[in-house]
């Protein structure tokens, strides 16, 4: 469960302050399939950062799974983002030196897990992404479709609670797109919190629990839609 | 992140990055190449001295006939003799519990004959001792036989250009050598190279000190050499020996002692000093090179930016982004050194080839100090890039695309 209570988060931008987020409160509960939409600079992207723990709020509180978890240590976070929080990036940040089983297992690798577990691992989140063929191909080799696909390997593989995806489909053709969230949703299904953070009204709909943002404020949630 | 996870991450990174890898390589070889052949150059000189000098004998006094006013070695051939030095004179320093050695010297040259053969050659008059004085060692026979310095016999020993010029393929040893107008019986043949008393010993023929005075029709020793026990009992046996010469020479101080070892210490001393400059201005060129690395580093560091961030979004740690940057400037800081270590040895043996007299290997210090220093070098300067990178914002790391 993912608490948020009061969070304001301020940039300096040059000499003006840039109030990103306004007293955000939320509640996310375990599994819930969540969209926040918004225009550009509206501060979804920043939620989105400070729920995976790459920013830090300028107050407020934050909790995971019961945990305050505002204040905790950088080898802390870090072990709570390994653990728990999956990313999915527009770009889909893949390492261009690594073959596509090699970017899947990178954070194995910086969690210290065996060679052998990985690879065990690895082969079957590959199989499971139909992309056991392209395992040893470099990100170059590789469609677009096919790069977030392992994106989502990477994201996965630590087992995460909650996964959180910054415009998915973004670089992606509608086929691809529609076939990178298709795979987002089954990942849904199996009681992992999905939030996905978008512009596509499309993809935004889908979502179960829609979150409109304006200025750094929430102005919608539909709330859990049983 | 285990060893061999960080060192194949990091081995990945250095063969993406072919140009700055080989900057970084070029510049670390070339400071510990330096190095390595500078303190070999220096090393070698300094062995080469070293070598000259010890191979005129260690713990040794020279006893030279005539006061030298000023001091100093030059000077003694300019200082007037008053009186010689006589065989019973070397025998009489012999009585002193830390002398071990005694050979007096007669120095002159003769003809030297053989059937048709003749040539001019130095001839040093001797005794047994002279072999192990000078550290001398024989092809073949044997050397002057020991016994009682005044004892004279038709005898001697011949350098290997001797025997090779005047007896060609014929053994030398028991043919009968004509030296002047007397005739000497060739018991040895001198394996040793080196020189004595400036003169090549390939070229001397050595027959017992009373024979070369009546050759030379002398009673004069021209040096005689002591050789001490140890080196701490120099100053003693110095003292023994100038108040013996003054008690036979009617309390005249009319001798000059030479110490070899004295003047071989500060050799050392000078061309030791000498060998740790230059490696130390050698060292500078690490520093250069540990200042590349750095820069290099920055700039990688920021091309790498999203990676790093990346990196940070899957659960690294500050310290572990920093310990795979630090890997990286350590892996091209060893394999640097290496390829220094090859170019060094390399340059010392292309050296040792041109000048084959020169013995420049570099000392084990100077390659391993080299080592450890460019690995440290890779360590300091990798280290600033590394906290730039640990630091990144991560959120700006990942826009930054």
């Given at each position: 469960?993912?608490?948020?209570?009061?969070?304001?988060?301020?940039?300096?931008?040059?000499?003006?302050?840039?109030?990103?987020?306004?007293?955000?409160?939320?509640?996310?509960?375990?599994?819930?399939?969540l969209s926040i939409m918004g225009p550009s600079g509206s501060g979804k992207s920043t939620l989105l950062n400070i729920i995976g723990m790459l920013d830090q709020p300028d107050s407020g509180t934050y909790h995971l799974e019961g945990k305050e978890v505002t204040h905790l240590s950088d080898n802390e976070k870090s072990i709570i983002r390994s653990s728990q929080i999956g990313f999915i990036f527009q770009f889909f940040h893949l390492l261009p030196r690594l073959t596509a089983a090699e970017n899947i297992a990178l954070p194995m690798m910086l969690a210290g897990i065996s060679p052998?577990?990985?690879?065990?691992?690895?082969?079957?989140?590959?199989?499971?992404?139909?992309?056991?063929?392209?395992?040893?191909?470099?990100?170059?080799?590789?469609?677009?479709?096919?790069?977030?696909?392992?994106?989502?390997?990477?994201?996965?593989?630590?087992?995460?609670?909650?996964?959180?995806?910054?415009?998915?489909?973004?670089?992606?053709?509608?086929?691809?797109?529609?076939?990178?969230?298709?795979?987002?949703?089954?990942?849904?299904?199996?009681?992992?919190?999905?939030?996905?953070?978008?512009?596509?009204?499309?993809?935004?709909?889908?979502?179960?629990?829609?979150?409109?943002?304006?200025?750094?404020?929430?102005?919608?949630?539909?709330?859990?839609?049983? | 992140m285990s060893i061999s996870d960080l060192l194949?991450?990091?081995?990945?990174?250095?063969?993406?990055?072919?140009?700055?890898?080989?900057?970084?390589?070029?510049?670390?070889?070339?400071?510990?190449?330096?190095?390595?052949?500078?303190?070999?150059?220096?090393e070698g000189a300094r062995r080469f001295v070293l070598g000259e000098?010890?191979?005129?004998?260690?713990?040794?006094?020279?006893?030279?006939?005539?006061?030298?006013?000023?001091?100093?070695?030059m000077s003694v051939f300019s200082g007037a003799t008053t009186r010689d030095l006589t065989l019973q004179d070397a025998s009489s320093l012999k009585r002193?519990?830390?002398?071990?050695?005694?050979?007096?010297?007669?120095?002159?040259?003769?003809?030297?004959?053989?059937?048709?053969?003749?040539?001019?050659?130095?001839?040093?008059?001797?005794?047994?001792?002279?072999?192990?004085?000078?550290?001398?060692?024989?092809?073949?026979?044997?050397?002057?036989?020991?016994?009682e310095l005044t004892q004279a016999s038709a005898v001697c020993v011949i350098g290997k250009k001797i025997a090779e010029e005047l007896f060609a393929q014929t053994n030398p040893v028991g043919k009968n050598l004509r030296i002047g107008d007397r005739r000497f019986r060739v018991i040895g043949v001198l394996a040793s190279s080196g020189r004595t008393i400036d003169l090549d010993v390939?070229?001397?023929?050595?027959?017992?000190?009373?024979?070369?005075?009546?050759?030379?029709?002398?009673?004069?020793?021209?040096?005689?050499?002591?050789?001490?026990?140890?080196?701490?009992?120099?100053?003693?046996?110095?003292?023994?020996i100038i108040n013996t010469m003054k008690s036979r020479h009617q309390g005249e101080e009319d001798?000059?002692?030479?110490?070899?070892?004295?003047?071989?210490?500060?050799?050392?001393?000078?061309?030791?000093?000498?060998?740790?400059?230059?490696?130390?201005?050698?060292?500078?060129?690490?520093?250069?090179?540990?200042?590349?690395?750095?820069?290099?580093?920055?700039?990688?560091?920021s091309q790498r930016t999203t990676e790093i961030g990346l990196l940070k979004a899957l659960g690294a740690s500050r310290y572990q982004i920093q310990i795979i940057f630090m890997t990286d400037a350590v892996l091209l800081a060893i394999a640097g050194a290496t390829l220094g270590l090859f170019l060094g040895q390399g340059g010392n043996l292309f050296i040792h080839q041109?000048?084959?007299?020169?013995?420049?290997?570099?000392?084990?210090?100077?390659?391993?100090?080299?080592?450890?220093?460019?690995?440290?070098t890779g360590l300091i300067f990798g280290a600033m890039p590394a906290r730039r990178a640990a630091n990144l914002n991560p959120v700006q790391a990942l826009v930054h695309h």
């Open positions: 469960m993912i608490e948020l209570l009061d969070i304001n988060r301020i940039f300096q931008v040059g000499d003006q302050q840039v109030h990103a987020l306004k007293d955000i409160n939320l509640t996310i509960q375990n599994g819930e399939y052998s577990e990985r690879q065990k691992r690895t082969n079957k989140i590959l199989a499971l992404l139909d992309l056991t063929e392209r395992a040893h191909h470099k990100p170059e080799q590789l469609s677009g479709g096919q790069r977030q696909r392992v994106a989502i390997g990477r994201a996965t593989i630590m087992q995460p609670k909650v996964l959180l995806a910054d415009e998915p489909t973004g670089n992606l053709d509608r086929h691809a797109g529609h076939e990178v969230i298709k795979i987002l949703e089954q990942l849904n299904q199996q009681d992992i919190t999905l939030i996905v953070v978008t512009h596509d009204p499309e993809l935004g709909e889908r979502a179960h629990r829609k979150i409109k943002f304006v200025d750094g404020a929430i102005t919608i949630d539909t709330g859990t839609q049983s | 194949r991450f990091s081995f990945a990174a250095i063969i993406r990055h072919r140009l700055r890898t080989a900057l970084v390589l070029i510049a670390i070889a070339i400071g510990v190449a330096s190095i390595i052949i500078l303190t070999g150059l220096g000098f010890s191979s005129l004998g260690t713990n040794l006094l020279i006893v030279l006939p005539g006061k030298s006013e000023t001091g100093g070695a002193h519990p830390q002398v071990r050695r005694i050979a007096p010297i007669v120095f002159g040259a003769a003809e030297a004959s053989w059937q048709q053969r003749s040539r001019e050659a130095p001839i040093i008059g001797s005794s047994s001792e002279m072999l192990s004085i000078r550290h001398w060692s024989l092809a073949q026979g044997r050397f002057l036989p020991p016994g390939q070229n001397i023929i050595i027959i017992p000190a009373v024979s070369a005075q009546n050759l030379f029709n002398t009673p004069a020793l021209f040096r005689i050499l002591v050789e001490t026990r140890t080196r701490d009992s120099q100053e003693k046996v110095k003292k023994f001798i000059t002692i030479i110490s070899q070892d004295a003047l071989l210490g500060t050799f050392d001393k000078i061309l030791t000093a000498l060998t740790l400059t230059i490696s130390g201005i050698a060292a500078i060129s690490l520093t250069v090179a540990g200042i590349l690395i750095m820069n290099i580093m920055l700039i990688t560091v041109l000048f084959p007299a020169l013995d420049n290997s570099a000392p084990t210090w100077s390659v391993v100090s080299a080592f450890l220093v460019a690995i440290c």
